[in-house]
Structure formats: structure tokens, C-alpha cells
Nanobody, 122 residues
């Protein structure tokens, strides 16, 4: 089992950048594919990006491609989500998630952090 703790959220303005971090503890971090999801009020949790075990493969939702970058540092047990050109519609709680398999659905990921709020003002 792995425990995940996100940080880095906050209130920013349209066009700003923000980097989220997710630190894992427990089992071997490099054995997990990692992903970021987000959930806005009254909306379903949606996939943002995922990264392979080694970090060599990164994949993005269409809205994230070109603006967001997922990365990981296995030596630090940390996965990052760098977000740029933020828009008000990016406002949501952002969650990191871990799984032994790759996927884009929330049900593909058994381990979740508590989330970190990102608010983008117009």
C-alpha cells in the first residue's frame, strides 16, 4: 500500500503558473504508475495526466496537453504537475493517484491523496 500527500495548490490569476507536488510513502514508489485527476464542484472527477513507472512515458488529457507537465522523481518519491497558462475553468481540487496498472479512469487507481485546491481567478 502507498500513502499520498499533495501540496502546492492555491489561489492564482488567469495566465499564472503553479506546480503541484505529491509525495508518496509506503511501498516502492517506482512500482506505481502515477496520475493526476481533478474534480470541480458538482462535476465528476476527471483525468488530467499520467506518467509511467520510470517517468519515460507521459500522457495528457486534451485540455492539459501543451499547458500541463507531469513528471516524477523516484529518488524523492514525488510526482509533480506543473501547470501554466491557467484558466478559471482549471479551478478544481487536484488529486494524485497511484496504481500498478496504467489507465485514465478513477477506478484504475486504488490509492489516492486527499487533494489540493487550485483556484484560478479571472
Amino acid at each position: 500500500q502507498v500513502q499520498l500527500v499533495e501540496s502546492g495548490g492555491g489561489l492564482v490569476q488567469t495566465g499564472d503558473s503553479l506546480e503541484l507536488s505529491c509525495v508518496a510513502s509506503g511501498r516502492t514508489f517506482s512500482g506505481y504508475a502515477m496520475a493526476w485527476f481533478r474534480q470541480a464542484p458538482d462535476k465528476e472527477r476527471e483525468y488530467v495526466a499520467r506518467i509511467s513507472y520510470s517517468g519515460s512515458g507521459t500522457y495528457y488529457a486534451d485540455f492539459a496537453r501543451g499547458r500541463f507537465t507531469i513528471s516524477r522523481d523516484n529518488a524523492k518519491n514525488t510526482v509533480y504537475l506543473h501547470m501554466s497558462s491557467l484558466k478559471p475553468e482549471d479551478t478544481a481540487v487536484y488529486f494524485c493517484a497511484a496504481s500498478h496498472v496504467v489507465g485514465t479512469r478513477p477506478n484504475d487507481y486504488p490509492y489516492w491523496g486527499q487533494g489540493t485546491q487550485v483556484t484560478v481567478s479571472s
